[in-house]
């Protein structure tokens, strides 16, 4: 499969434990997206890579939230001290702009 | 600020009925425009490109510079054609892409 990867699909956490999700974009696509998505909603813009550099990231990102892209391969996404609020469908997205962005099937993150 | 509206929630229609699901969208610079899909318990597909000015699946768009519109359309809907739908402007200067709420469609037998 050369599609968007993402690991794990589900993750269940008490609230104030760190977790972290990775996701393995198609290998020659240079952009690589995060979004955040609840029940009835669309993808929200989290943060985006262009290689190995964070361009963006959402002002609705948290100090909390973190993500890397070294090399400019792979991404991982780590939220601090994960909160109920956090609990949410994360998709991950890569393109070789300006194709359109190709995603991943999503971490669904339940906070407890 | 960037913005994307799509103000239908919800579109049902009949098989064999037109369909028009409407995109307005708010983006500096010169973005490129995309609408995604999303069916039932699957990820989120890209459906079609406006730089490719392509026709999937019988769905079309249209880009209106003057209105900043992107409306997808399609002329004899489809059972299968029940999904959620998303527009999409971005991968432009600005680079990111920026979704709107999505519009669900319903085509009923």
């Known amino acids: 499969d050369t599609g968007v990867s993402q690991d794990p699909r589900h993750k269940i956490t008490k609230r104030g434990q760190n977790v972290t999700f990775r996701c393995d974009p198609i290998?020659?696509?240079?952009?690589l997206y995060w979004y955040r998505q609840t029940l009835g909603q669309g993808p929200e813009f989290l943060t985006y890579?262009?290689?190995?550099?964070?361009?963006?990231k959402s002002r609705l990102l948290s100090d909390r939230f973190s993500a890397e892209r070294p090399k400019g391969s792979f991404s991982t996404l780590e939220i601090q001290r994960t909160e109920q609020g956090d609990s949410a469908m994360y998709l991950c997205?890569?393109?070789?702009?300006?194709?359109?962005?190709?995603f991943g099937q999503g971490t669904r993150l339940t906070v407890v | 600020a960037q913005r994307v509206t799509q103000p239908e929630k919800l579109l049902s229609v009949f098989k064999g009925a037109p369909v028009e699901l409407k995109c307005n969208y708010s983006?500096?610079?010169?973005?490129?425009l995309f609408w995604y899909v999303q069916y039932s318990r699957q990820r989120l597909q890209l459906l079609l490109r406006?730089?490719s000015r392509e026709s999937i699946k019988g769905f079309t768009a249209d880009l209106n510079k003057g209105e900043t519109s992107f409306h997808l359309k399609k002329p004899f809907a489809q059972e299968e054609d029940s999904a959620m739908y998303y527009c999409?402007?971005?991968?432009?200067?600005?680079?990111?892409?920026?979704f709107g709420k999505g519009t669900k469609l319903s085509v009923k037998p």
């Open positions: 997205a890569s393109s070789l702009a300006p194709q359109g962005a190709f």
């Open positions: 983006y500096s610079g010169s973005p490129e």
């Open positions: 890579f262009q290689n190995e550099a964070q361009l963006e």
């Open positions: 999409a402007p971005g991968e432009g200067s600005q680079g990111n892409l920026i």
């Open positions: 290998s020659e696509h240079n952009r």
């Open positions: 406006h730089i």
